[in-house]
């Protein structure tokens, strides 16, 4: 089946430093990427829905000054917390597919913890 | 605003048993429906999906969709301790992307 890789697994990090987090479709063309934020026993919340060589269409709440997303290929999208607080100490998973109304496919999340 | 409910649990069954879950949404115009299985600190991971009214069996899996009750549930037969986790149940209004709930958690006893 289709396989979506995210990186870091985990990542530590100083107050007001930036993070970058990577998600890839390894085998096969992702036209939309998601990326999502989950708290410790909350459900996932959409943060922004990113499109290959468009911008971001963020979810009301987030900001995108802070939440950088950038979808360059068909197969990459990253996600950047700029100066990052305590507060967005989360568990943040990227997904990816092919065609609308596909099936999802998720990353394995990348565990960010701010000190 | 789409909504998707879920009870959050958990729902205790022994080992062996059907496990039985259900999830509400709102938006009648919803086309495509998905349950997702994530264990505590990982990533979901894609159960089963469904488009049509009625029953649909993978394994010990089955979906169930009504679309004029506006209900989905799974059932897990069979269920084992490792199939203890959260279940998530996401629901896609054609080009939107996924409204997801909050979950239930299954525990499977030994």
């Known amino acids: 089946g289709a396989v979506v890789s995210q990186h870091p697994s985990r990542v530590i990090c100083k107050s007001g430093t930036s993070v970058k987090i990577e998600c890839r479709s390894l085998?096969?063309?992702?036209?939309?990427m998601f990326w999502y934020r989950q708290f410790p026993k909350k459900s996932l919340m959409l943060m922004a829905t990113s499109n290959e060589g468009s911008k971001a269409t963020y979810e009301q709440g987030v900001e995108k000054d802070k939440f950088l997303i950038n979808h360059a290929s068909l197969t990459l999208s990253t996600l950047t917390v700029t100066s990052a607080h305590p507060e967005d100490s989360s568990f943040y998973i990227c997904s990816a597919r092919k065609d609308p109304n596909e099936k999802l496919f998720f990353g394995s999340g990348t565990q960010l913890s701010v000190l | 605003q789409k909504e998707v409910e879920q009870n959050s649990g958990p729902l205790s069954v022994p080992e062996g048993a059907i496990a039985s879950l259900n999830c509400t949404y709102s938006?009648?115009?919803?086309?495509?429906f998905f349950w997702y299985r994530q264990y505590s600190g990982k990533s979901p991971e894609l159960i089963m999906f469904i488009y049509s009214n009625g029953d649909k069996e993978d394994g010990r899996f089955t979906a169930q969709l009504n679309k004029a009750s506006q209900y989905v549930s799974l059932l897990i037969r069979d269920s084992q301790p490792s199939d203890s986790a959260t279940y998530l149940c996401a629901v896609n209004s054609g080009y939107s992307t996924l409204t997801f709930g909050k979950g239930t958690m299954l525990l499977v006893s030994p």
């Open positions: 085998d096969f063309q992702a036209t939309t």
């Open positions: 938006d009648r115009g919803s086309q495509s």
